[in-house]
Nanobody, 124 residues
């Protein structure tokens, strides 16, 4: 059983920055795809960013503002969020897809493990 734990959420003003971290409990993380999703109240969970061993992918709404990265030695994936907007407010989840893929999937169903989520609130 793999456990994922997010951290780094909080309250930030519009235009500000946050870094989210997701630590995995097992080294099998190294070959899998990691994804970040978010869910705002009353909305469906949506793809934010994903990272495989060789590529990254971003939702259009965050492209150019968010950066996903991974440190396999620490079993950790990061999401650096800049130029935050009120519409970025949501609970952010990290997820692990154990399949070995060249590209990250955007489909929720492809991910095998999920963290509990961390709240990000962008407000003045």
């Amino acid at each position: 059983q793999v456990q994922l734990e997010e951290s780094g959420g909080g309250l930030v003003q519009p235009g500000g920055s946050l870094r989210l971290s997701c630590a995995a409990s097992a080294s099998i993380f190294n070959n899998g795809v990691m994804g970040w999703y978010r869910q705002a109240p009353g909305k469906e969970r949506e793809f934010v960013a994903g990272i495989s061993r060789s590529s990254t992918d971003y939702a259009d709404s965050v492209k150019g503002r968010f950066t996903i990265s991974r440190d396999n030695a620490k079993n950790t994936v990061y999401l650096d969020m800049n130029s935050l907007k009120p519409e970025d407010t949501a609970v952010y989840y990290c997820a692990l897809d154990l399949a070995i893929r060249n590209d990250a999937s955007r489909r929720v169903q492809e991910y095998d493990y999920w963290g509990q989520g961390t709240q990000v609130t962008v407000s003045s």
